[in-house]
């Protein structure tokens, strides 16, 4: 498995579909592709932390509805310590720029994966 590949495992704990994906049309392309996630998810000098990273992306998943992917999201958050309030927070903000309706939507399996995951 190439370096690139092997980062990106590392990253999220499993191999990302993409790479996956990629791995299986051409070697250079998922090397390409794991570079690409590698440098997204990388920490720098001054820049964002993994942890605001991963509430970024929260907030993205909730605003477009993409519950599964929240979720999953959420369990990670657990990993780098975020809070209760961070995570209200970053869904007031999805509230604010995806609509109430998709907030309503949501909410109550957010809420609930909250309570099994004790924040």
């Known amino acids: 498995m190439p370096d690139e590949i092997k980062e990106a495992k590392d990253v999220k704990g499993f191999q990302p579909r993409a790479v996956t994906y990629a791995e299986k049309m051409d070697d250079n392309f998922a090397e390409a592709v794991a570079g690409f996630y590698n440098s997204v998810w990388d920490e720098r000098e001054d820049g964002l932390s993994k942890k605001q990273k991963h509430l970024l ?7 477009n509805q993409k519950t599964k992917s929240a979720v999953k999201i959420l369990q ?5 310590g975020v809070t ?8 007031m ?3 604010w720029t995806g609509g109430i309706q998709n907030f309503t939507n949501l909410s109550p399996e957010i809420l609930k994966e909250m309570e099994r995951l004790e924040f």
């Open 57 to 63: 992306v929260f907030a993205i998943a909730c605003s």
């Open 84 to 91: 209760a309030q961070e995570i209200k927070d970053v869904m």
């Open 93 to 95: 903000i999805a509230a």
């Open 76 to 80: 990670r958050l657990k990993k780098y």
